[in-house]
């Protein structure tokens, strides 16, 4: 090593600039070692902060339907009630007043929210719109660099009334079945805990919006709480005007910040009235499908005329396949139907209608392609999983024979002017995916187990597997579900292809719980990558899906808007932000800055 010269040496000490210290060696030679330590070093700037920002759009106002002034009678006689509001507790002699009210929760113990009056936003800190590091890989580069999706494609983020508004027990909401049949704190539950507070969206729902809004996301899709609008559930109980207020003042808050609303309308919580001992969400209930269609007026006749987007129920196939009750679809199809129905032949709305079917055990495909015994089976699992509802809705079309003739009497079936009135009641094809599968026989034979209703296979009677060829299907979440954007593309054009729609596909939910979030600090969770990489590879296939397989695409939707309650846990962290339980105050993940740049990247400037 060479001795430092006494002026090199002053200047090192003098600090007198980064990386002074390489210039005090002497005359550098290129070949020798030496050179390493002579080669100027300067410590780079890092590149300018990105910001994200809201998005340039004209704020030209929709108007889908007539006002609720001109509709109102549409719904039919209808008194309306403000809990809060009654005087007196002891009204015993009043079937709807607050005793009767408080009757409803008698069996429940709820936490009450740590404040009960909606919170004003306030604009989001600079600091917060700061984009993470550019990302150190490129999805899709060089294959869709130059695809741009649809104008009116509708991207953002879902959530749904059940799983983030909190306020359980609050101003006037009645209780729902799904406080009986999860109850509040399962145990033996990872992360178990109660709906009761959540992420208290009932009463931070302008901040939830602005938060979205600043980074430029486009639709906020959410779900309204027939329990709130009727907590008694029934036709002929009051309406609760302290929900029809939220939800109205929810609905212009998006579109005051030129964001879409996307409306679901059935996520999960059917008011307690429709409990039954065989379908999950009350669907088996003999009143049931004319309390929703009741409920569903009320709520269409206030709002259509500012909803472009409206979907019936959220994924209510998987009734049958967590209690075996297919005949209890055949309640929802009418359901959806007359809803639709009364949408389009009385409002004379120009919204379009869509229901989610779900895909959440995964979307089947054949293990060897070349098997037509797969194949067939694939198709079979299908069947099973969404072609008893998708069918007579998309198709006009009876239940697929091979659940009739498994299920006999148990499956649903319609009549053909059943058929002539439920087809064609969507105008979109809404499914929500998490996961693919692979199917393949079962080693006993398929006709063995369809002969046996005990047989642990029964009904679809195939075998599933996540693993081919020595691999699992993709990376796997904290949840069952594994990364799928391998084969999204065949599942776009099966679906495009099977049930065409004018409309075409909205993904309603595609989203991923990284594996052991929960244990991880809040840095850690906001710049992992995988959920990342989970929702960017699913965008790049439809890009593709769109351009090189002519497959029409109205959407796609990110599971959550923020981490929420999972049926029963907080362990499953599906959101793109997440929030602090005690101050409840949301914080970005990088996965929501990467979805967004990916789509406006993608889109016609
Ligand atoms: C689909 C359901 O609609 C939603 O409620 C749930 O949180 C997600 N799947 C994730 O499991």
Redesign the pocket.
């Known amino acids: 090593m060479r001795q430092l010269s006494q002026a090199s040496f002053l200047v090192l000490l003098s600090g007198t600039g980064t990386g002074t210290i390489f210039n005090v060696f002497a005359t550098p030679t290129k070949t020798s070692l030496d050179a390493v330590f002579t080669t100027a070093f300067t410590w780079p700037t890092y590149p300018d902060l990105q910001y994200a920002t809201a998005l340039p759009r004209p704020s030209e106002t929709v108007i889908y339907a007539r006002p609720y002034s001109e509709l109102e009678s549409l719904a039919g006689p209808q008194k309306t009630t403000a809990w809060a509001s009654i005087a007196s507790p002891v009204d015993s002699d009043d079937e709807f007043g607050n005793v009767a009210w408080s009757s409803l929760w008698a069996s429940f113990t709820v936490d009450s929210p740590p404040f009960t009056t909606t919170v004003t936003p306030t604009p989001i800190p600079s600091s917060q719109l700061v984009k993470p590091t550019p990302l150190p890989f490129s999805i899709g580069k060089g294959e869709t660099d130059d695809l741009k999706f649809p104008r009116d494609f509708e991207w953002g983020f879902a959530g749904?009334a059940m799983?983030v508004e909190g306020a359980l027990k609050t101003q006037g909401r009645g209780p729902s079945i799904t406080e009986v049949i999860i109850g509040r704190s399962p145990p033996g539950i990872v992360g178990a805990g109660p709906p009761d507070i959540s992420v208290l969206n009932y009463f931070l729902y302008k901040e939830d919006i602005a938060r979205l809004a600043a980074l430029g996301v486009k639709s906020y899709s959410f779900s309204i709480a027939w329990p709130r609008i009727l907590p008694f559930g029934y036709p002929g109980s009051p309406v609760n005007q302290e929900a029809i207020d939220h939800y109205d003042d929810l609905i212009n808050t998006i579109l005051e910040y030129d964001m879409e609303p996307i409306v679901t309308l059935h996520?999960?919580d059917t008011p307690l009235h429709y409990l039954d001992n065989s379908s999950w969400q009350g669907y088996a209930h003999p009143e049931f499908v004319d309390g929703f269609v009741n409920y569903a007026k009320i709520v269409l006749t206030h709002y259509a005329d500012r909803v472009g987007t409206w979907i019936t129920f959220?994924?209510p196939n998987l009734d049958a396949a967590l209690l075996g009750n297919w005949n209890a679809s055949y309640h929802v199809v009418m359901a959806h139907a007359r809803t639709v129905h009364f949408y389009r032949d009385e409002i004379k709305g120009g919204g379009k209608w869509g229901i989610k079917l779900?895909l959440?055990s995964g979307f089947p495909l054949p293990l060897d392609p070349k098997s037509s015994d797969d194949i067939a089976l694939t198709e079979r699992q299908l069947d099973f999983l969404i072609g008893y509802m998708a069918n007579p809705i998309y198709l006009g079309a009876q239940t697929p024979s091979s659940v009739i003739e498994t299920l006999k009497s148990e499956a649903p079936s319609y009549t053909e002017e059943e058929l002539q009135y439920v087809n064609g009641t969507a105008d979109f094809f809404g499914v929500?995916i998490?996961t693919a599968n692979y199917v393949t026989s079962l080693a006993e034979g398929t006709e063995a187990c369809i002969g046996n209703s005990s047989h642990p296979s029964f009904p679809t009677c195939t075998n599933i597997t996540a693993v081919r060829e020595n691999w699992r299907i993709g990376a796997e979440s904290n949840?069952s579900p594994s990364t799928w954007y391998q084969h999204a593309r065949t599942i776009f054009k099966y679906l495009h292809t099977k049930y065409p729609t004018a409309g075409g596909i909205i993904i309603a939910?595609f989203?991923w719980s990284t594996f052991h979030e929960a244990d991880m600090n809040q840095d850690q969770a906001r710049t992992e990558f995988t959920s990342t990489l989970a929702f960017l590879s699913v965008l790049n296939e439809i890009l593709k899906a769109i351009y090189e397989d002519g497959v029409k695409f109205k959407g796609a939707l990110g599971?959550?808007y923020v981490d929420n309650w999972?049926?029963g846990q907080y362990n499953?962290h599906?959101g793109v932000q997440t929030f602090n339980n005690v101050t409840l105050e949301r914080s970005y993940k990088r996965s929501i800055f990467d979805f967004v740049d990916f789509i406006t990247g993608h889109s016609e400037s």
């Open positions: 749904a799983q996520h999960f959220n994924e779900a959440s929500d998490y949840a939910e989203g599971w959550a999972e049926w499953d599906f």
